[in-house]
């Protein structure tokens, strides 16, 4: 069954051409970590969809593999291996690499992932010794771990006193967050519409009068305020999404 | 222990097709789908893109259980169309509208960027730390669309007809 169907007088796609309702985007804010942007002219559906995607389903680089040779420091090797995990990895690159699914090895090999080596030992009398992701050697100059502004520290891994030694193999894959939050991209997203209620999405609790207790909304001035009294538009559907994306 | 593994949530066993549809056995142009491995995200997407159309009198989709990463869509459409083709349409246009908001996106960056290029100190005072992203922006570059598949089969090509995208594993 192959069903044709003439679709010219109607809205949305035309043959190859989009004709609908054309959704709009302004940056407000833009820095290495942080974008605050408002889309406009397009459904809450395709707004939360975005947001569901950023923050589940963008491939990003995680350590995920990791073979410890030697750990004489005080935490435990699994503790080790979760921290390390968590370390956020330059992923500009993600495209380029496979899922390990993916691949014909059957483990990892340099298609499907990046090896990374730590090898630190504290040597010191009476020291502390920090191991930070600074320390973390990549096969890799693509896959990195990152950091915010030249001279940050680097994430602490673990602390070493005299004589303690970490000898790590770490293996990192892409991967998504909806398999674990490592792999998420973005650390948090706000996400808001509707700054004055006038679509009645949510209703304000409150003691006695809910315009002194709630405080106004950052966005707030993007929209009009609604008049006191002003009937309620049931048909009003929302248009305008904040985003705040870290 | 005998949780359901991760990767449960978007790997597709083999053998099993992404999305298959039954006909209701009791109403006319009436048609239940089932996605797998698909979420909120692609339910209420398509749904609302689906309640947009004049020939749908009904659209609307559940995740029967949480544990089952499935989308279950039931659609009745106007006579003069089927299920099937609304909902096809209906992902086409989605398609559209996200690489449209693609291009959108990526030409405002290109702003952004070249506005901050010409004025770092601004951007600079506002956050010493935070490295401003200075390259050169790219709006001149026409954007390479990911979903550059054609968004319509060449038996199509003739305007004003419509064929379901074969991308889109579904047998029509
Ligand atoms: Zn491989």
């Not at chain 1, 796609?13 to 889309?39: A, H, M």
């Not at chain 1, 100059?141 to 502004?149: A, F």
């Not at chain 1, 293996?171 to 939050?181: P, R, S, Y």
């Not at chain 2, 097709?17 to 339910?43: C, M, R, W």
Request: glycine fraction near 4%; aromatic fraction near 6%; include cysteine.
């Amino acid at each position: 069954m192959n069903p044709q169907i003439d679709l010219t007088d109607r809205n949305g796609l035309q043959g190859d051409k989009w004709v609908g309702p054309k959704p709009e985007i302004k940056i407000q804010d833009l820095t290495e970590e942080n974008i605050r942007f408002t889309l406009s002219n397009t459904d809450l559906s395709m707004a939360n969809a975005l947001r569901r995607i950023m923050i589940s389903e963008v491939p990003t680089i995680a350590i995920d593999m990791v073979e410890i040779e030697l750990n004489t420091s005080v935490l435990a090797d699994e503790f080790i291996a979760h921290r390390l995990g968590l370390i956020p990895l330059d992923s500009t690159e993600a495209e380029k690499i496979k899922y390990t699914r993916d691949c014909s090895c059957s483990q990892y090999c340099p298609i499907c992932s990046v090896e990374m080596t730590l090898n630190v030992k504290c040597t010191q009398e009476n020291v502390t010794k920090d191991v930070t992701s600074k320390d973390l050697i990549s096969s890799d100059p693509r896959v990195v771990p990152i950091y915010s502004g030249k001279n940050a520290p680097g994430v602490l891994i673990a602390k070493l006193r005299k004589g303690q030694e970490l000898k790590i193999k770490c293996i990192a894959k892409k991967g998504v967050a909806k398999e674990h939050a490592k792999w998420s991209p973005c650390a948090a997203i706000a996400f808001e519409y509707d700054p004055h209620n006038r679509l009645r999405h949510t209703e304000y609790w409150f003691e006695e009068d809910e315009k002194k207790e709630w405080p106004k909304s950052k966005v707030g001035a993007e929209e009009p305020e609604p008049s006191e009294g002003e009937p309620f538009d049931y048909n009003l559907k929302p248009n305008k999404f904040y985003f705040n994306v870290e | 222990m005998n949780a359901p593994d991760r990767f449960e949530l978007f790997i597709i066993p083999d053998g099993v097709k992404k999305i298959t549809y039954t006909y209701d056995p009791k109403i006319d142009n009436a048609a239940t789908f089932v996605i797998q491995k698909e979420d909120h995200s692609l339910g209420n997407l398509i749904r609302y893109s689906l309640l947009k159309e004049p020939q749908v009198i009904f659209a609307g989709y559940k995740m029967p259980h949480p544990l089952e990463h499935v989308v279950v869509l039931k659609v009745m459409t106007t006579k003069d169309t089927k299920p099937e083709a609304m909902v096809a349409k209906a992902i086409n246009d989605s398609i559209a509208e996200v690489s449209h908001l693609r291009a959108k996106f990526v030409e405002e960056l290109g702003r952004v960027r070249t506005q901050m290029a010409a004025a770092p100190d601004k951007a600079g005072e506002k956050d010493q730390d935070h490295e401003i992203l200075h390259s050169t922006p790219q709006q001149a570059q026409p954007v390479q669309l990911r979903h550059q598949e054609p968004i319509v089969t060449p038996e199509s090509s003739q305007p004003g007809v419509y064929l379901p995208n074969p991308n889109v594993d579904m047998d029509f």
